[in-house]
């Protein structure tokens, strides 16, 4: 029977999931909340913002809609995913108690502690004098990271003392992060390069999609602030079957087992954003969905019906046969750059026009992110980041000079971009 399905978000991680779910033959019709100014080509866009639980819930049931993907961490956190089953709509996406594995990075640690999973060691404080004390306990540089969702501002690196005190007394005594920062943890830093597993689990039985990584900063050679992601790669060279095989082993099956023992399963994605340390990869943090960019770069190597994988994730009754990713040979890469608007991750303008999507190369997709259509139906800028590139190759040399040039095709004012997304550094 085809299947009604409504995407929530309004970025390129929710575009590349449309793209993915219209080629599935059980598809009958797509919808998305918010969407953007690329969304509208594959899906009837519906004026919703993802935070509105109400407004989501009333159009799943207003349209008849057989699933609902959610895309954002915030929806998940306020609890979409129960609203709708409480309404007998299916939704892909975990429960709030399951998705506290992101939200409560301390529950996390405790979590990941009694399954003996290997992550950096912490503490969690909710002071300024014991988060003081606990410094002792640890070496420098190291971590201080808000327990709950803070924006991409809720890690940081300290040096020394005096660096951490005032990062403490920022997030636990002026409330900077507001509730995000009420309990931080002091934790070890860990240095090695850094990767994400994506997994999609039922709560039960997991399959594991194409390892990636992500380009954070905004400038080269990893340099500027950070961001929401410049770019992303896959599959990640010397990252062989073998290895993927231990990380499930080590980290994922006893992660989705303790999460099933604690009570609060995981039925959606559980990303697992790993560094690879001499000691072997290790967590440095969990999210609860789909990560962007790295879902635009992974989703082009599946070769499986997502819309299949990801009701049978919604229903409990995964059949990981269902998910067909590249070889032990890696049969194909994936290269994604995102195009910024100027300014970005500060103040930057809206409303700018795009040249040049008609000029991309067929063989190149984008994904759009910060864009919307103006009153004569031409798409602008309307967020930080704008667009992602993505080329597919061979090889990753070959898909990046792919997502370059389409890269090439577009221009707007102000824009920005990384150039080394795809080399070894990146």
């Given at each position: 029977?085809?299947?009604?399905?409504?995407?929530?978000?309004?970025?390129?991680?929710?575009?590349?999931?449309?793209?993915?779910?219209?080629?599935?033959?059980?598809?009958?019709?797509?919808?998305?909340?918010?969407?953007?100014?690329?969304?509208?080509?594959?899906?009837?866009?519906?004026?919703?913002?993802?935070?509105?639980?109400?407004?989501?819930?009333?159009?799943?049931?207003?349209?008849?809609?057989?699933?609902?993907?959610?895309?954002?961490?915030e929806p998940l956190a306020r609890g979409l995913a129960d609203r709708l089953w409480d309404e007998g709509i299916r939704a892909f996406g975990p429960s709030a108690a399951a998705a506290r594995i992101e939200t409560s990075k301390s529950w996390a640690k405790d979590l990941l502690r009694g399954a003996g999973v290997p992550t950096a060691r912490s503490v969690a404080v909710t002071d300024l004098g014991s988060g003081m004390a606990a410094l002792t306990d640890f070496s420098w540089p190291l971590v201080l990271k808000a327990d709950g969702l803070a924006g991409g501002k809720g890690v940081v690196i300290v040096q020394d003392r005096e660096a951490a005190q005032t990062v403490l007394t920022a997030m636990l005594e002026d409330g900077v992060l507001g509730g995000a920062g009420e309990t931080v943890l002091v934790e070890e830093f860990l240095e090695g390069p850094e990767v994400s597993v994506l997994a999609l689990c039922d709560g039960e039985r997991f399959v594991t999609l194409l390892p990636a990584r992500d380009a954070k900063r905004a400038g080269d050679g990893d340099t500027g602030p950070n961001t929401g992601g410049m770019g992303a790669f896959a599959p990640i060279p010397g990252l062989d079957a073998a290895w993927l095989a231990g990380v499930e082993r080590t980290i994922l099956a006893p992660t989705v087992a303790a999460m099933a023992a604690a009570g609060c399963p995981m039925r959606g994605v559980l990303y697992a954003g790993l560094i690879l340390?001499?000691?072997?990869?290790?967590?440095?943090?969990?999210?609860?969905?789909?990560?962007?960019?790295?879902?635009?770069?992974?989703?082009?190597?599946?070769?499986?019906?997502?819309?299949?994988?990801?009701?049978?994730?919604?229903?409990?009754?995964?059949?990981?046969?269902?998910?067909?990713?590249?070889?032990?040979?890696?049969?194909?890469?994936?290269?994604?750059?995102?195009?910024?608007?100027?300014?970005?991750?500060?103040?930057?303008?809206?409303?700018?026009?795009?040249?040049?999507?008609?000029?991309?190369?067929?063989d190149v997709l984008v994904f759009h992110a910060g864009t919307r259509r103006d009153g004569a139906g031409r798409v602008v800028t309307a967020g930080g980041r704008v667009l992602t590139v993505v080329g597919r190759g061979a090889t990753l040399d070959e898909a990046r000079a792919r997502a370059y040039a389409g890269a090439d095709a577009i221009s707007f004012p102000g824009m920005h971009r990384r150039s080394d997304i795809g080399l070894p550094r990146a």
């Amino acid at each position: 029977m085809a299947m009604r399905v409504l995407v929530v978000g309004g970025g390129a991680r929710e575009h590349a999931l449309l793209w993915k779910l219209s080629a599935s033959p059980r598809i009958g019709a797509l919808f998305c909340a918010p969407g953007n100014g690329g969304t509208d080509s594959l899906a009837t866009n519906l004026p919703i913002a993802a935070s509105d639980l109400d407004g989501i819930v009333a159009a799943a049931k207003r349209e008849r809609v057989d699933l609902v993907v959610i895309g954002p961490e915030e929806p998940l956190a306020r609890g979409l995913a129960d609203r709708l089953w409480d309404e007998g709509i299916r939704a892909f996406g975990p429960s709030a108690a399951a998705a506290r594995i992101e939200t409560s990075k301390s529950w996390a640690k405790d979590l990941l502690r009694g399954a003996g999973v290997p992550t950096a060691r912490s503490v969690a404080v909710t002071d300024l004098g014991s988060g003081m004390a606990a410094l002792t306990d640890f070496s420098w540089p190291l971590v201080l990271k808000a327990d709950g969702l803070a924006g991409g501002k809720g890690v940081v690196i300290v040096q020394d003392r005096e660096a951490a005190q005032t990062v403490l007394t920022a997030m636990l005594e002026d409330g900077v992060l507001g509730g995000a920062g009420e309990t931080v943890l002091v934790e070890e830093f860990l240095e090695g390069p850094e990767v994400s597993v994506l997994a999609l689990c039922d709560g039960e039985r997991f399959v594991t999609l194409l390892p990636a990584r992500d380009a954070k900063r905004a400038g080269d050679g990893d340099t500027g602030p950070n961001t929401g992601g410049m770019g992303a790669f896959a599959p990640i060279p010397g990252l062989d079957a073998a290895w993927l095989a231990g990380v499930e082993r080590t980290i994922l099956a006893p992660t989705v087992a303790a999460m099933a023992a604690a009570g609060c399963p995981m039925r959606g994605v559980l990303y697992a954003g790993l560094i690879l340390t001499d000691r072997g990869p290790m967590v440095l943090e969990y999210n609860a969905r789909f990560g962007d960019p790295e879902t635009q770069v992974i989703l082009p190597s599946l070769e499986g019906d997502l819309l299949t994988l990801l009701a049978e994730v919604a229903s409990g009754d995964l059949d990981p046969g269902d998910a067909v990713m590249p070889g032990g040979s890696i049969d194909e890469a994936a290269v994604g750059v995102v195009l910024a608007s100027g300014g970005y991750p500060g103040p930057f303008r809206s409303g700018l026009p795009i040249e040049g999507l008609d000029r991309v190369p067929e063989d190149v997709l984008v994904f759009h992110a910060g864009t919307r259509r103006d009153g004569a139906g031409r798409v602008v800028t309307a967020g930080g980041r704008v667009l992602t590139v993505v080329g597919r190759g061979a090889t990753l040399d070959e898909a990046r000079a792919r997502a370059y040039a389409g890269a090439d095709a577009i221009s707007f004012p102000g824009m920005h971009r990384r150039s080394d997304i795809g080399l070894p550094r990146a």
